[in-house]
């Protein structure tokens, strides 16, 4: 399952045989189409997932330039000069992207560019970023927003099947860690098992911070790992994803340790219910703020609304957070190939909290689940 390790220092990563290889053929001409439709003229790709998904290249330093006049420039630095041409290679762009080694991205582009009226700029470059591009070039920048980010939302089956890989991974690491979940374990020898699991069944790492949140604990959505030891009666949120070949999962299962008392009896039955009312509304063709909705109502009538205190998800790719994002007002219309998560949760401070989340794919004509970890939140004590 190891495959290319991805990280900036790794040497050149070799594709793991059973993964189909990650090609990137069409996706520069699709990113030139939305330039031409906001009358962009040339364009500075440098948010590293961006420049992953439109060259292969995994350096920590790269910028894509698209040129007005049809080519494409990726400018890194000498510590790049193999592997850059190389994964360009492996993922079939090289003939279409110009390798160029160069200290000052801005000013070696800036020579290439030609006569640009509008050149885009992503919403994540810095400041002095955007100042030196505004005094290498004579057009003025205007930003790009999400124009990578919104093509990189709809996965190609090479990148389904990593995901689909890295949900499994994830899956199994539950597995090994469940039995842990008894009283006077702590939350991070838990998400140490976690972790180990995860990178000894060949991924590259957790997807994110691994988090295992127990008892009052279990009411901060994005709690960090403590040696607080877990309680009979607790509420424990355990939320693992894992990273393969640069692509992740993200996955949240709720226990309670024994029998629960009424409130977090009710709380996991009303999450549970919420949850699945989601997935049920993930298919092609809806806004994503409907799978929000149907999430949320489900809370609301439960009377527990104002304790769900985040959206009902997000898409995951490359990155962990990513389009489509899975909230109220989101005109998002889901199609087939989006990957998302659908995550309700409700906290109450200070007592503590429940959060379910599966990672699915959009397909023709529904969904599919990718996290497959059974949902069966009572942890018996005596076992
Ligand atoms: N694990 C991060 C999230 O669910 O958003
Ligand atoms: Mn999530
Ligand atoms: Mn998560």
Same mark, same amino acid.
């Given at each position: ?34 330039? =031409?439709?906001?009358?962009?003229? /040339? ?12 060259? +292969? ?5 790269? *910028?894509? @330039?698209? %040129? ?13 000069? #193999? ?6 290679? #492996? ?14 991205? !801005? ?38 927003? &999400? ?10 089956? !090479? &990148? ?25 374990? *702590? #939350? ?30 279990? /009411? ?31 996955? *949240? ?12 009896? =009710? ?20 806004? /994503? ?13 439960? +009377?527990?609304? &104002? ?8 898409? @995951? ?13 989101? *005109? !998002? ?20 909290? =429940?959060?379910?989340?599966? %990672? ?9 689940? %990718? ?13």
């Amino acid at each position: 399952m190891r495959s290319s390790a991805g990280s900036a220092d790794s040497p050149v990563p070799a594709t793991a045989p059973s993964f189909p290889p990650l090609r990137v053929d069409g996706r520069l001409g699709r990113l030139r189409h939305r330039l =031409a439709e906001e009358d962009v003229d /040339a364009a500075v790709i440098s948010q590293p997932a961006n420049v992953r998904w439109l060259t +292969g290249f995994t350096g920590s330093n790269g *910028t894509v @330039v698209v %040129l007005g006049s049809g080519e494409t420039l990726l400018v890194t630095d000498s510590r790049y000069a #193999e592997q850059a041409p190389a994964q360009l290679a #492996e993922a079939g762009c090289l003939d279409e992207v110009e390798v160029v080694v160069a200290r000052r991205a !801005a000013h070696t582009a800036a020579e290439r560019l030609g006569a640009v009226t509008r050149l885009g700029l992503e919403d994540s470059v810095a400041w002095a970023e955007q100042i030196r591009w505004s005094e290498a070039v004579d057009a003025s920048t205007v930003p790009l927003t &999400e124009a990578v980010e919104g093509l990189r939302a709809v996965k190609d089956p !090479a &990148e389904l099947t990593r995901m689909q890989a890295a949900a499994r991974i994830a899956d199994g690491a539950l597995a090994a860690a469940e039995p842990m979940l008894r009283p006077g374990v *702590t #939350e991070a020898e838990i998400q140490q098992t976690l972790d180990d699991a995860i990178r000894a069944s060949g991924a590259s790492g957790p997807a994110y911070e691994t988090i295992v949140a127990s008892g009052p604990n279990s /009411a901060l959505p994005h709690a960090r790992p403590t040696d607080r030891k877990l309680q009979a009666g607790d509420l424990v949120v355990v939320d693992v994803g894992a990273e393969v070949d640069g692509y992740r999962s993200d996955m *949240t299962r709720s226990f309670v340790l024994g029998d629960p008392d009424e409130q977090a009896a =009710a709380v996991l039955e009303v999450v549970g219910r919420s949850q699945s009312a989601g997935v049920e509304a993930v298919r092609p063709g809806v806004e /994503a703020s409907e799978i929000d909705g149907a999430c949320r109502s489900v809370i609301d009538e439960a +009377g527990m609304g &104002e304790a769900f205190v985040h959206g009902s998800g997000h898409g @995951v790719g490359l990155d962990i957070h990513e389009l489509p994002r899975v909230v109220s007002g989101s *005109t !998002a219309v889901l199609e087939p190939g989006n990957v998302l998560t659908v995550e309700p949760g409700v906290y109450f401070p200070g007592v503590g909290g =429940a959060r379910v989340e599966d %990672l699915l794919v959009v397909t023709d004509h529904g969904c599919r689940q %990718l996290t497959l970890y059974p949902k069966a939140p009572v942890v018996p004590l005596a076992r």
